[in-house]
């Protein structure tokens, strides 16, 4: 039964992952803030587990050079950040004999040629529009992402790193013991019965009699707060938003509508045996293989359609026994005739984020509103930056909204 609280919050936060606890971290000592998420843990898509002693990342992983607020904040905290130059290696020949970065720079000059034309179009069109058949499969083959594809064209050209979409060697930042241990320090520094997990928001409404108060209403109790701030991810749109100024409703729905998202999907495997798999892209489903330690890889690190082809095909399995059946298959299938090694592996770890990697649908030029500060509510978050699919734009997004806190 849904329990009404007399307790007035100056915060009340949707969601656990970093960007509600970089958030909380902020609010003046003594406010009275409540973060609620869905889910039965504290991190949203950070998430690790243990894997054969070694601490495998499910979700988020590394920093790239212009990721400053994740590097600093994690230092601040005393956390060690090391640095990697990340090789990639391509398993099969390329399709493709044009440079990756000429190309791409040959998309920018057409994009900023043409961009009144092509406000309407997502990243796929405007490349078949503008782009013989040869080069557009070239240019996707070289990608190392394919969250794009279907994503506003300008905003992808203007706020996307480009050179994130190209598989090319690069110096990554990473936690010493992963982004776990960053969400770790934020929460030691939230009281814990400030946090209410495994309660889900089905309604915010305005209350037009005590305002500028907003009530909450989950699957187990009703809130009443000064400030509301949205954190969580896509699935947001689910909840009710009632009683306030139509314009405000509208924004909402338009901004949800213009968010998508793409699945993703991590398989560690274990190989007793061993491997000599190095850093690779594949044009297979697995898309890239990252090496852990001599017996554990990261043998699928893939999104979109590729993880869904391959969760469906984990999915159709008896048990776990058949599952790894299926998994040694496919490895050997994919390396068989490489010159990689790689052993049968005897265990593994799975997980699929049906909402890995947000992006926005063709916007044709309208700016999304975020913030509405004369309502009190705030969204935030990867879903809402512009740094989607990383952890940095979680944050940035966050810096947006301080001066409200």
Known sequence: MNQIKSEIFDYVVIGAG?????????????????????????GGRIKAVDFHGSSVSLGAGVMRDTDVIGQGISKELGLVVGSEEQKWKLLEDPVYDGKPEEMLEKVKQVFMKNKDKVSKLNFTQF????????????????????????????????????RDLLIRNAKYH??????????????????PENIHLEEEVRVVRKKIEENPLIEVATNKNTYLTKKLFICGDITCKNIQFDKFNSSTITEINS??????????????????????????????IISRTIPINDKILMSAYTEYISSIYLRDLLSATIDRDDALMVINKLLKNIFNGSTYTITPATDFVCKTWKHGVHY??????????????????????????????????????????LSYV
């Not at 970093?18 to 504290?42: E, G, T």
């Not at 509405?372 to 930056?385: A, I, K, M």
């Not at 940095?392 to 947006?400: D, K, T």
């Open 18 to 42: 970093v960007a509600a606890l970089y958030l909380a971290n902020h609010f003046p000592q003594n406010s009275r803030y409540l973060l609620i998420d869905r889910r039965d843990y504290v």
């Open 127 to 162: 490349l078949n529009l503008y782009f013989d058949p040869e080069f557009v499969r070239g240019f996707i083959s070289y990608a190392e992402y394919h969250d794009f594809l279907n994503a506003d064209v300008e905003k992808t050209i203007t706020q996307y790193p480009l």
């Open 174 to 191: 990473f936690i010493k013991g992963g982004w776990k241990e960053l969400v770790n320090k934020l929460e030691e520094k939230i009281i």
């Open 255 to 284: 901004l949800f509508q213009s968010v998508q998202s793409v699945p993703f999907m991590r398989i560690y495997t274990y190989h007793p045996d061993g491997h000599n798999v190095p850093l690779l892209r594949s044009s297979s």
């Open 360 to 401: 926005y649908k063709p916007l044709g030029g309208d700016k999304i509103q975020t913030i509405f500060p004369s309502e009190g509510l705030f969204f935030c978050g990867e879903y809402v930056s512009d740094s989607q699919g990383w952890v940095e734009g979680a944050l940035r997004s966050v810096s947006g909204v």
